[in-house]
């Protein structure tokens, strides 16, 4: 009788894990190549060496001038996380409610084919820019404000929200579909009793996540003009108010993190 380890593979074997890249000559020459062109685009950077040791006292000084953190100022800094707040909420309320149709649209197994291609367009089309190019766009269009903060973050949540809504769309039970049609029932009966129950948890735990997302980036559109906290922190370095931001900053690092462990627990309460 052979003798087996504690693994159950035969006395004296040991496992090894394959390569992820079976042949060798690819595998070292991909990673050749790689470690070619990041040499080459470090070598492309233009980086001053001058310039980033006459830049050390500067940092320093600003630093020595932040600390400690002034939050005398109470007003801007509620005010603001106020708006950055209404922004988040107001932006994942819009983003959620176009999404499901979006995704609906782009969900290969509920749709034809040409519907499909139009809603996985739309879908790409809001996931392909930055939220801070999109706040640029909104702030020429219809000026500076919270406003343009919303629809920068609706955008946003259409593009991440409905791409995953309509991945979970696509991976339901098709039996449940089938079921209801074979019923009589119509599309939009299909989709109340036999679509929708199945990706609701999925649809509350993205929609937590999202707002949680807004939040966080509602600082970021909020420095180029779109309303909220970052507003008030751009005006704060404009100033050289450097104690001020710092305290700013601490906030919103705080309020993040709480924004995070709720949501967190609420989205492990759903799944």
């Known amino acids: 009788m052979q003798r087996t380890d504690t693994t159950g593979s035969p006395a004296g074997y040991r496992w090894v894990r394959p390569a992820f890249i079976q042949n060798p000559w690819l595998r070292w020459g991909l990673l050749l190549l790689s470690v070619g062109y990041l040499m080459w685009a470090v070598s492309t950077l233009s980086i001053s060496w001058d310039r980033v040791a006459q830049g050390l006292p500067r940092a320093a000084d600003i630093f020595s001038r932040a600390w400690p953190p002034d939050f005398s100022r109470r ?5 603001g996380f106020v708006e ?13 409610l176009i ?93 109340l009793y036999a679509v929708f129950p199945q990706i609701l948890p999925r649809q509350v735990g993205l929609s937590i996540y999202q707002f949680d997302s807004n939040l966080r980036a509602s600082a970021v559109v909020g420095v ?13 370095f404009k100033r050289f108010d450097y104690d001020f931001a710092l305290a700013i900053l601490l906030l919103i690092i705080a309020i993040i993190l709480v924004s995070e462990a709720v949501s967190g627990r609420l989205r492990s309460q759903v799944s």
């Open 224 to 236: 180029v003009g779109a309303g909220g906290i970052g507003g008030t922190l751009m005006n704060a």
């Open 75 to 79: 007003n801007l800094i509620v005010n």
């Open 99 to 191: 999404s499901v149709p979006a995704a609906l649209l782009a969900a290969r197994n509920l749709v034809p084919r040409a519907v499909y291609l139009v809603g996985r367009g739309l879908i790409i089309v809001a996931r392909s820019f930055h939220p801070v190019i999109v706040a640029i766009l909104f702030v020429k269009a219809v000026g500076f404000g919270p406003f343009a903060g919303v629809l920068t973050l609706m955008v946003y949540s259409i593009g991440f929200v409905g791409k995953l809504l309509a991945e979970a769309i696509e991976e339901i039970d098709e039996g449940q579909v089938e079921a209801m049609r074979a019923t009589g029932a119509g599309g939009l009966k299909v989709l």
């Open 84 to 96: 950055s707040i209404q922004i988040a909420i107001f932006a994942t309320a819009l983003g959620i």
